[in-house]
């Protein structure tokens, strides 16, 4: 029986700038900057204590040992309290926002990370 999901992986163009974006403008931590074998991935959640992470990996390495893999963005939707204080954050870090709106399941913005993919960010 599957109970959570554990990890997400996030194929990315560099993974320095990845982490970066992740940590400096979005408020992640890394967990974990592993490397074996030559191939590096940097886990990163939203605290220590998070029970879902990402690892990022290197899209072009990941594309040479898996060539058949799915490297596009999945579609992710956080939750969040204080939506227009995020909000307001992310503006003023340059991070590229949508418009703050009002769905049926609450106030919700879409933000772009620094390689133009696409998240998106609700109030719960």
Do not use: C
Not at 92 to 109: E, H, I, S
């Amino acid at each position: 029986m599957i109970r959570q999901i554990g990890q997400v992986m996030l194929y990315v163009n560099d993974l320095d700038t990845a982490v970066k974006f992740w940590t400096e403008k979005i408020g992640f931590v890394v967990v974990a900057d592993q490397e074996e074998g030559g191939v590096r991935w940097i886990e990163i959640a939203p605290t220590k204590e998070a029970h879902t992470t990402f690892v990022l990996h290197h899209k072009e390495i990941i594309a040479k040992m898996q060539p058949e893999l799915n490297l596009g963005t999945p579609s992710i939707m956080f939750y969040a309290e204080h939506i227009e204080n995020l909000y307001q954050d992310f503006q003023a870090k340059g991070v590229k926002v949508g418009d703050l709106v009002m769905m049926p399941m609450g106030r919700v913005f879409n933000f772009a990370d620094h390689e133009n993919n696409y998240f998106a960010l609700v109030e719960k």
